[in-house]
């Protein structure tokens, strides 16, 4: 019975639901519904607030109100909300058949078990601080391999599941390679690993990837999808701004392992740290992420609004996975935020300089967006020291010489050539704050608001700063403070993201909304600890992935079967490892890895891969010619990719990259023709093919056999099954046949791309591995993650 009444669960897709929960509790079961059916008439909004009555406060929705309260613990029928949900007279049920809401059966049922029960309330869970919970007693004690496993193993026992079986060795190098650098191991480390027999040889594998520059890259192109990192303006001509050392800097961070509380204050206010470092002045770039209007024609008092408005939107999303947004017109519809709080928060920003683009237009592109700095990367700046001994190593000389003089002439000029070659990148520039008020409706001409002044949301209390003007500092600091500030709720929006990353699901599901309008997590007692664990290890973001990466949780094959399927069909009682396709970046960085052709740069500009001809011809002020390299900034990872946002590369777009025009937490995974055919079809994948056909023809045996194991083995970590052998080899008979009569087609498929054909290779054999090349790498055993 337990069995079958899961299952009816399940198709009312209440995952969090379990048998073992005969008990309601408010914040898992009774709030979703009271926020997603009532909230919009009966919650925070005063504005549109009906009869007076609040449902998501307590005192409010169990008051007297005239004899008549909406609740009375345990007495159903005296009780307003039940008889006004049940009512047959269609002018009293409740919601309103015009709000185009209303309840199911099995809604009502639980509203109704609820109140028998008492009607006990609780906090918003996101509201309350996380606390230390102790480990759950569990039946199987060997299962475990750290505390997390505990959490989940007393879940699953919970609901008579068991989990799945660890994943096998390939498939856990491949997972922990793809999770912590987003590329692929090579054959060779996945051999190396399975001949690592010690009992730490896992462990080392951890901390080898999170020890590898690729890490910061693959952590970095994350942290871009929700600071809306992009190499454009947006708004109007799309220009290109210049922020690339921003870009580095992030990646430097994460390969330094900088803590995320410092992470944190350099980059909202790092130019506001006392000595700021160049690197941190850089860092203070975050702000000057947002679309910009460079149009002739902009009203400056319109657009600091609009400016405004996205930093908040964004702060809130990033840190406090809020949807602040919703209170740029009127008070938040769901959860405890005001219009006050969103332009008390938007006060913190009112000292950024902007005036420069707004008073001067500028159809230039790239355009300037002052203030911007002068920065050297790491390569120019030794070339300099060097060149800097040199000269004094000259100067020194007392045996002045014409050569000497010749030398020293030629070093200062190539100082001056190197300093020329600086990059400028948008920084933060404290000013005296502008007057910022609250805007009626989000009326940018409306002045009669109240006049704010920067303050953290009401709901949270007030910052203990005295009596002096809040900056950006103290906002800061203030999301990272575990004690005064909301320390807790970022380390437990961060955590719960590091577990995305590594499992593909957070556990609390909507990574961007932890309000009324989110869901509960599943296990909110281990998020809980993940998030204590990460502000006592000082925020650590390495310490943390690897914590969670040592699980046995983690390490469990990614197979579910038909029970689990059928009674947790969102795995959000983690039975099994997820299975997802890779992000954009890493579908493209897999393929040049295997292919040979992948360029491991740190730093440099922006890379501008092979694209359609005509893509930007809808591009004005002015009109643009997409120029895409010519050299080795072809084959770089996707995080140095040009990010146009009007016009996001269509590789990156097919499968599911953001325009970056907003925070995006989770990107959305969709599975269309298009991503198929620009697997067969983008100028890089089929590049990318020739030279891992090259790799093919030069690297192993000289039997199709030989090579169809070799190309697996470099793409998948596998030998081909019997039935692949067959398949692959018959394709391969067919394509030699087909280019041995039409010499022009394999002529023109090897023409593809800037790389070199190698010389003394037959064209026939190379075009017709170039086929099994672009097959093997469009396997979706390629860019899926087990």
């Not at 914590?547 to 069909?569: F, G, K, V």
């Not at 089929?686 to 891992?692: C, M």
């Amino acid at each position: 019975m337990k069995r079958l009444f899961l299952l009816g669960l399940t198709l009312f897709q209440v995952p969090w639901a379990t048998a073992a929960d005969d008990h309601l509790q408010f914040d898992r079961d009774i709030r979703p519904i009271l926020s997603d059916k009532c909230f919009r008439c009966h919650g925070p909004d005063a504005a549109t607030r009906e009869a007076n009555l609040r449902l998501d406060r307590e005192d409010d929705a169990k008051a007297n109100r005239g004899g008549h309260p909406a609740i009375i613990p345990g007495r159903l029928d005296e009780s307003e909300l039940i008889r006004r949900i049940e009512t047959e007279i269609v002018e009293q049920r409740m919601p309103p058949t015009a709000s185009g809401k209303s309840l199911s059966a099995e809604e009502i049922d639980r509203l109704r078990r609820w109140v028998a029960q008492g009607a006990e309330w609780s906090q918003p869970w996101s509201a309350v601080p996380p606390v230390l919970h102790p480990a759950p007693v569990v039946k199987d004690h060997a299962w475990g391999l750290n505390w997390i496993d505990d959490f989940v193993m007393a879940k699953l026992e919970e609901d008579e599941l068991r989990p799945a079986l660890d994943a096998d060795r390939t498939t856990l190098i491949r997972r922990l390679s793809i999770d912590l650098t987003g590329l692929p191991p090579t054959h060779s480390e996945v051999v190396a690993f399975l001949q690592d027999d010690s009992p730490n040889a896992y462990e080392k594998c951890i901390d080898r990837l999170l020890d590898s520059p690729r890490f910061g890259e693959r952590m970095a192109s994350y942290w871009f999808d929700l600071v809306r990192y992009a190499s454009t303006v947006g708004y109007h001509g799309d220009q290109v701004h210049s922020i690339t050392p921003y870009r580095d800097y992030v990646i430097a961070a994460f390969n330094a392992n900088l803590p995320f509380d410092q992470f944190t204050r350099e980059q909202l206010a790092g130019d506001l740290i006392p000595d700021a470092t160049l690197m941190q002045r850089i860092a203070s770039g975050y702000n000057r992420l947002l679309q910009t209007s460079h149009e002739g024609g902009v009203q400056p008092k319109e657009y600091l609004a609009i400016y405004g408005a996205d930093r908040v939107r964004n702060l809130s999303g990033v840190w406090m996975a809020a949807t602040m947004g919703c209170c740029q017109c009127h008070d938040h519809k769901f959860d405890p935020y005001s219009i006050k709080d969103f332009y008390s928060i938007q006060a913190f920003f009112a000292d950024l300089d902007e005036a420069e683009h707004l008073t001067k237009g500028d159809n230039n592109s790239p355009t300037k967006r002052r203030p911007e700095i002068e920065v050297l990367s790491d390569s120019q700046q030794k070339d300099l020291e060097e060149l800097a001994a040199r000269r004094s190593s000259l100067t020194t000389d007392e045996t002045s010489t014409a050569a000497n003089a010749e030398a020293l002439k030629q070093i200062e000029e190539q100082i001056t050539l190197i300093k020329k070659g600086a990059c400028l990148s948008m920084v933060s520039r404290s000013i005296a704050p502008r007057t910022i008020r609250i805007l009626p409706r989000g009326n940018w001409l409306d002045d009669s608001g109240e006049i704010v002044q920067p303050a953290v949301p009401e709901r949270f209390g007030k910052l203990d700063i005295g009596d002096r003007r809040a900056t950006r500092l103290d906002l800061a600091n203030w999301l990272t403070d575990d004690r005064q500030g909301v320390g807790g709720l970022t380390a437990r929006v961060m955590v719960n993201r590091f577990w995305y990353l590594l499992f593909g699901r957070g556990l609390a599901p909507v990574l961007d909304d932890f309000g009324s309008q989110g869901e509960v997590p599943s296990h909110p007692e281990l998020l809980d600890n993940l998030a204590i664990e990460f502000i006592n290890r000082r925020w650590d973001v390495k310490a943390m992935l690897k914590e969670i990466a040592m699980s046995r949780t983690y390490r469990q094959s990614s197979h579910e079967n038909r029970q689990t399927r059928a009674l947790d069909p969102l795995n959000s009682l983690l039975s099994h490892q997820g299975r997802f396709r890779f992000p954009a970046e890493t579908v493209r960085d897999s393929t040049l890895s295997i292919s040979g052709l992948l360029v491991n740069q740190l730093e440099g500009p922006n890379a501008q891969p092979y694209q359609p001809e005509g893509y930007y011809r809808h591009l004005n002020f002015p009109e643009r010619k997409y120029v895409s390299d010519t050299g080795a900034g072809q084959w770089r990872r996707g995080v140095y990719l040009h990010w146009q946002r009007q016009f996001l590369h269509p590789m990156l777009k097919a499968f599911d990259a953001p325009s970056r025009e907003e925070c995006t937490a989770q990107r959305q995974r969709s599975n269309t023709p298009l991503s198929a055919l620009v697997l067969l079809n983008d100028p890089t994948f089929l590049e990318a093919s020739r030279a891992f056909a090259v790799r093919i023809l030069t690297e192993s045996g000289e039997s199709p056999e030989e090579r169809l194991r070799f190309a697996f083995n470099e793409t998948v970590s596998r030998s081909p099954s019997p039935k692949e052998m067959e398949v692959f080899k018959h394709l391969i008979e067919q394509s030699l046949e087909e280019f041995s009569k039409d010499r022009g087609a394999a002529r023109e498929l090897l023409s593809v791309g800037l790389k070199p054909l190698p010389e003394g290779i037959d064209q026939t054999q190379l075009a017709a591995w170039t086929v099994i090349a672009r097959a093997v790498l469009s396997l979706n055993e390629a860019m899926t993650r087990f």
